[in-house]
């Protein structure tokens, strides 16, 4: 679960898949550092700024790299005329012989041909000016979160939903649950608000504040009198996910982690 569960890159193709012009597109997404790189081949150059508004709402994200996005090319090619054959010559009318009725197999005549699957309806301009209107409202509740003393380290994802607003992370009370929704309520232009995937979880925050540069997991720093069981209590809530973190990290032996040592927090 986020903020534990997943890098940023995995959270930026979540939110791909569930735009529904993306989702059958099967882009790949890598990250470095918040640098998002995007490839991936998509019908035509309109979807570039679609893959933007829904990369750019993601938490951790600070540059979005779409070289690597090509466009199908539609060339229809040119109709073949078929070859002329040259008629037999005939030189006179054979005579036909009576004969046995020949038989005749026609198959199913109610047969139909298989209707051809339907082709996604380009993304229009009407439609692309739609998302960038909600994707400016998505940008303006982010930066009011990044603004507010409370919240501005928050791990706060902001996905849009026409003009409305999905908001996904942990909070560490109550009460920075109830200012989350109302700072992003406060925000022009939006509709509504949904917060079912905050969690809130005293100090997580704090816990998900170091991130790996390549991969983008989770890093916790191993404290005077940690061990693994108790590293896993305070991210998944289970003490007995410790394999998990010692599979992850390579550690053969769970009981020997020293102050100091560097622990990516897996998914």
């Known amino acids: 679960m986020w903020p534990f569960g997943k890098n940023t890159a995995d959270r930026v193709k979540d939110a791909l ?43 951790g994200v600070k540059t979005v790299d779409t070289s690597g996005v090509t466009f199908e090319q539609e060339v229809a090619a040119p109709a073949q005329a078929a070859p002329e054959t040259p008629e037999p010559a005939v030189d006179a009318a054979p005579e036909l012989q009576p004969s046995a009725p020949a038989t005749v197999s026609t198959g199913n005549m109610n047969a139909r041909p298989a209707p051809k699957a339907a082709a996604p309806a380009p993304v229009s301009d009407a439609e692309i000016q739609e998302l960038e209107d909600a994707s400016k409202i998505a940008k303006a509740v982010h930066r009011a979160i990044r603004n507010n003393g409370e919240l501005s380290d928050d791990p706060i994802d902001v996905l849009q939903s026409g003009k409305s607003v999905i908001l996904r992370g942990v909070v560490d009370n109550d009460h920075e649950l109830r200012l989350l929704e109302q700072v992003a309520r406060g925000v022009s232009g939006v509709a509504g608000v949904d917060v079912k995937g905050i969690r809130v979880a005293q100090g997580a925050k704090e816990l998900a504040k170091e991130k790996d540069e390549a991969s983008g997991d ?18 998944y809530g289970d003490a ?23 622990l990516r927090i897996p998914g």
Do not use: W
């Open 17 to 59: 898949n569930e735009q529904p012009r993306l989702k059958d597109l099967g882009l790949q997404v890598t990250e470095r550092g918040g640098d998002v790189s995007i490839s991936g081949m998509v019908p035509n150059e309109r979807y570039i700024t679609l893959i933007r508004v829904v990369a750019e709402g993601i938490n």
């Open 218 to 235: 989770t890093v916790y720093t191993v404290k005077p009198g940690d061990s693994l069981s108790a590293i896993a209590q305070k991210f």
């Open 240 to 262: 007995m996910e410790y394999k998990k973190i010692a599979h992850y990290n390579n550690i053969s032996n769970p009981d020997l982690i020293h102050p100091g040592d560097k």
